[in-house]
């Protein structure tokens, strides 16, 4: 998406608003805002300690913000519990791998397909017609992103005996079994080799494009982010840096001086 096209006027689909995050003291987020619009990947980077892990928990609401505001669609997420985020579209992976190491491929990809279903333990015990259609239902879907991400051949297995960027595909297709309409990416590059980056990039922006998702990438690696972001927001210290397109970014005399240092230090 163009900037162009997000200068139309359109409302965000999600809207982050002078959001701060202190703990103990410490503040780690300090008035954080920008939004994002429906079909963009946005990039969101920044060096270690610089607030992108906090933002990216205060949206999946395992946060809670000090101050300001989150609003999806227009409406504030802030008071669902992280259990119900899946409900209003907001689907993620997590910087260390954060599956069910004891249960098969498959069986971690219909955690994620059942999060929008609302069979209770009665009507499963039972096997209600409008059960089975349900569960019909979800094994079609987890075998189609199964398949999509090129992961039938260990559907099978066990998820712990799995190379580590296998499990990182893995957990990207429980995410999407929930159809989100936001998808957060946490540093998804880490532990991959320059070959396995490269695909990843070109998937990230398939599952834009086809799949019709608008995409939020934390992400250390800076080649991966600037080659598919629309748009890229940094931050530092716990607060914005700078925002705009990559190229933008690329020269904020800010941002190279919050990652390279200054000639002064």
């Known amino acids: 998406m163009t900037q162009a096209q997000l200068a139309q006027g359109t409302s965000p689909l999600l809207a982050v608003r002078d959001v701060s995050v202190v ?3 410490i503040v780690a987020l300090n008035g954080v805002s920008f939004d994002m619009h429906k079909g963009q990947i946005l990039g969101l980077i920044g060096p270690n300690g610089a607030g992108k892990t906090t933002l990216f928990n205060c949206l999946s609401r395992l946060y809670q913000p000090s101050s300001g505001d989150i609003l999806m669609e227009g409406t504030s997420i802030l008071k669902r519990s992280p259990h119900r985020i899946a409900e209003i579209g907001i689907g993620r992976t997590f910087q260390n791998v954060a599956l069910f190491p004891n249960l098969s491929v498959m069986d971690n990809v219909r955690v994620g397909a059942h999060s929008k279903t609302s069979s209770d ?3 499963d015990s039972l096997r209600l017609a409008w059960v089975r259609r349900s569960e019909a ?12 991400l090129k992961l039938e051949e260990v559907a099978h297995n066990v998820v712990s005996g799995l190379p580590f960027g296998t499990q990182k595909r893995v957990e990207l297709a429980r995410a999407l079994a929930a159809d989100p309409k936001i998808l957060l990416l946490d540093e998804p590059a880490g532990g991959l080799n320059h070959e396995e980056v490269y695909v990843l990039g070109d998937l990230i922006r398939r599952i834009r494009d086809e799949r019709n998702m608008t995409v939020l990438l934390v992400e250390h690696h800076m080649g991966l982010v600037m080659s598919i972001a629309d748009h890229v927001v940094a ?3 716990g607060k914005k840096l700078a925002e705009g397109t990559p190229a933008q970014v690329q020269v904020d005399p800010d941002v190279i001086k919050a990652y390279l240092g200054s000639k002064d230090q």
């Open 23 to 25: 703990f103990g003291g």
């Open 121 to 123: 333990i009665i009507s």
């Open 137 to 148: 239902s979800v094994n079609k879907k987890v075998h189609e992103i199964l398949g999509y």
């Open 235 to 237: 931050l530092n210290f």
